[in-house]
Each structure stands twice: as structure tokens, then as C-alpha cells.
């Protein structure tokens, strides 16, 4: 993508202008900081039309114009021209990444009177080569966003409105993204025109402006420890104004010393069980508190095999005991088999009972030393 011109043949009334403006790709200009985007389409990337609701103008097609706009093509209330543009999001931040995001056009006419201008999201799909005002696409008659604007003849300057509810209902899938459309209010033919993203002067053709502030991309993960081992927790965070700083909780309390990016617990008790979060800090002091890790502990990682007995999975030098019953359905009838010290961090745990006295039984390790029975 760049900015370079392509000209395409002018045809819209010389007046006042409206737009399809469908901007599937974008480029980037330079960021101002890292959390600050401003994205841009060229000749080559954007698409540009504009919709004239006067009887002879609409059935035509206008998608090589230069220009956009919004307002009265005459001095009625009853003609109209309207604004639409739509912008590739793939490649832009997540909806709660972002902070705040603004559309922003370059006005360059205006009958010198103000009016209401609407930020409406359309419903349906529209091609930039064939749209007219005859086969327009619907939109939702509920602005997102609406401004009064009012400029003497012969001003010309950035005019914006809040698009970040829209532009994050868009991320998060919940309508399409068909773009948006601009309207306007009545005022006795009031109407501005502003560039398209087929102007030659790239600096001056329409823009998301993008805020995206301190986020954390990797949330802590849930676990589950095992007595005297131990676990790592982490948080990834991005945006905003590094460095940042951290401070590790469980259960809503802070842990003494935790302040990095990990977690590392070791040697894992059962009291080591519990919810951890972290809040992350940027330069700018701006707090954001993670998601919750369960933390769970067990005695020991078991696994049966096909002969009667365990292998166990546990610290060196730990006892543990080895329980069974015969019913689970009750929670009074285990009993105690064996404890076993591990002299390795696996081991394999026979059941010497016969088996012959059982047409089943099931095993389970808690912490030992157990009573034998």
C-alpha cells in the first residue's frame, strides 16, 4: 500500500458531493507513540462513491470521484447526498484494546450555515463500482455518533466524531462490518463537502485515529500442582507506556516480593491453592488487573495401569498413602493400603493383596503417612 495518486475521471455534481467511501485496506502513517494509530487509504486500497438522491442523478454511479460529503444538493430539505465508508478491521487492535477511535474527514466546503450530521452503521452489503442512490444500502436509523457542525463559506480543517462503540461492536462481531454511513439533519440546503481517499494529497484523505491503551495479551493460566513441585504463572502485557511494573495477588492479596512479569511458585503446599491475579502498571500509572488463575495442589499425579496398582507421580523422599475401596458411591469406605516414600519422582506402586478377594477396587493417594488398618 502507498499513497500514491491514481487519477480516475471526476463525475459528480459540481455543488455539493456525498459518498460511498469503502476503505478496505489501509496504510499506516507514522505513529505519534505506540499506543496511537492512524490508518489511511490510498488510490490503490480505498473505495469511493457517492449516492445523489435528485431524480437524474439517481441511478448513477459515481466511484471514481475524489470527493465526499454530506448534505442538500439544493436549497430544499427534500434532496439529499450522503456520505458511507467502510475500513478493513482485521489488522487493527482488538475491541478492548482500544480506548478510543475517531473517524476523521477533511472538510473542504460548507454553505456557511450548521446542521446535524449522523454516524449510522449500515445493515447491508454495497459494491463501490455499482452502488447508486436507487440501490443504496440500509443502515440502522439509530446514529452511533452525531455532531452539529457549523463553518463559514471557505473553511477548510479536520472535522471528527467518536467512533469507538461502533468500532468495537464491529471487532467483536456483533453486526457486520459494512461500513457506516453519514446523514444529515434539514436546514434549508445546508451541505459540506470533505476528501476522499482518491485525493493526491494522501495527508488529507479520511482516517481512523486509533487510541489503544496498556492491555494484557496473555492472560495467567489455570494449573494444577503436586506437593513439593512447582508451578509458573505469567502475564504478557502490551500498549500503553512501557516499562511496567507488576504485583502478583492471591485471593485479593498482595504477595510480598512478586512484582515481575512470573510467578514462580515451588515446593507446593496444599495452602499454595487459590485464585491469582496481577495487576500491570504502566509509566502513565495506568492499572489493569488480569484475569484469575486457579491454582490447584495435589498430593500426587496418578495413573492407572492395566496390572493391580499405581504409578505415582510426587516428590522424592514424600510419603504418601494409597487408600481404596470398593464402592464409590460411599465416601466412608476407603481404606488404607500402603504408604509409599518415593525414592524417585516416578514410581510404580504394586497392590501385594490378592486380588482374588475383590471383583474391583479403586485407588486414591492422599497425604501420608496413613493408618493401616
Known sequence: MNF???????????????????????????????????????????????????????????????????????????IFDYSLLRFNLTSLPLADMVTSVHLKVYWTQSSGTGMNYFI?????????????????PSWDPTPSASSYIEHPLGWSGWESWDITNLYKDWKRGSYANNGLIITCGTNNGEGSSFFSSEYAIASQRPMLE??????????????????????????????????????????????????????????????????????????????????????????????????AGLTIDGVIKQTYGIQASTDLSNPNGWVGVDNVKLAQSTQIWYDSQSTTQNSKRFYRVVAGPITIP
Open 4 to 78: 500514491t495518486y491514481l487519477p480516475k475521471k471526476l463525475v459528480h455534481p459540481k455543488f455539493m458531493l456525498s459518498a460511498l467511501a469503502c476503505l478496505s485496506s489501509f496504510v499506516a502513517l507514522p505513529m505519534a507513540k505506540a499506543d496511537h494509530i492512524i490508518y489511511q487509504p490510498g488510490p490503490d486500497d480505498g473505495i469511493d462513491t457517492f449516492i445523489d438522491s435528485r431524480s437524474w442523478n439517481s441511478g448513477n454511479n459515481y466511484g471514481a470521484s475524489a470527493d465526499l460529503g454530506a448534505g442538500h444538493a439544493d436549497t430544499s430539505n427534500s
Open 120 to 136: 449510522n452503521h449500515i445493515t447491508s452489503n454495497w459494491e463501490e463500482n455499482t452502488v447508486t442512490w436507487n440501490s443504496a
Open 210 to 307: 486509533i487510541d489503544s491503551g496498556l492491555w494484557i495479551v496473555t492472560q495467567p493460566q489455570s494449573q494444577v500442582g503436586y506437593w513439593g513441585k512447582a508451578v509458573t504463572l505469567s502475564v504478557t502485557a502490551s500498549n500503553g507506556t512501557p516499562p511496567y511494573t507488576y504485583q502478583w495477588l492471591k485471593d485479593g492479596v498482595e504477595i510480598d516480593g512478586a512484582t515481575s512479569s512470573q510467578l514462580e511458585l515451588t515446593s507446593l503446599q496444599a495452602e499454595n491453592a487459590g485464585s491469582y491475579t496481577v495487576t500491570v502498571m504502566d509509566v502513565d500509572n495506568t492499572p489493569l488487573l488480569s484475569d484469575a488463575a486457579h491454582l490447584t495442589v495435589n498430593p500426587a499425579g496418578v495413573s492407572i495401569a492395566t496390572y
